[in-house]
């Protein structure tokens, strides 16, 4: 299955690369690639540069559509162009995978309207004004709605990665691979215990 990661100025470190450590590692099922709307270098706060392609290189969709959150979404859902690109790229993609904030950017372009979906919790309430017709869940750690996995904040992203694993290869599959990188997995999707700090 081919992973299309997008990524803008400032997005998070682990959203991008919890993820990414789960898929890269799987070469016969996953191939990961890096994109942002302009293409070219994108940089965070944390020093991190990453060479991306263009995201209008993406013309029908890919298999998984993983957008991050981190700092850079508070500019970036104003960003007209980029919503625009994430709503059709979405619409058109077999599964969509938001962590943190980035769950904000897809709730912007309206896809989530009328279905479940969470956040990083230091941040629930910012990303629940973008989007106001999306049920959220305040206590999940992850919610999968159809083909949208949205997650709870930073390494969330892993813990939803590897929900997603479950989903398609099964529970032994995500286990043996939370196993290999050493990850203790949340695997009740249900409940986050950063929910009421």
């Not at 850079?72 to 690109?85: A, F, H, Y």
């Amino acid at each position: 299955m081919k992973v299309a990661v997008l990524l803008f100025d400032n997005f998070e470190t682990l959203d991008v690369f919890g993820p990414v450590e789960i898929f890269g590692r799987l070469t016969n099922d996953y191939q990961v690639s890096f994109y942002s709307l302009s293409g070219g270098l994108v940089e965070n706060t944390h020093g991190v540069s990453i060479l991306t392609k263009h995201l209008a290189e993406i013309e029908n969709g890919v298999d998984i559509f993983l957008i991050p959150g981190g700092y850079g979404t508070r500019v970036e859902v104003n960003n007209v162009s980029l919503i625009d690109k994430i709503k059709k790229i979405a619409e058109l993609s077999k599964y969509v995978l938001t962590v943190c904030t980035g769950t904000a950017l897809l709730a912007k372009t309206g896809l989530l309207d009328g279905k479940r979906a969470t956040s990083n919790k230091r941040a629930f309430d910012w990303v629940t004004t973008q989007g106001l017709n999306v049920n959220w869940v305040r206590r999940a750690r992850w919610v999968v709605d159809a083909k949208y996995y949205t997650s709870s904040g930073v390494s969330a992203g892993m813990d939803m990665t590897l929900g997603f694993l479950q989903d398609i290869h099964g529970i032994d599959f995500a286990r043996e691979v939370a196993h290999t990188i050493e990850f203790t997995w949340q695997e009740n999707k249900d409940e986050d215990e950063f929910c009421d700090r």
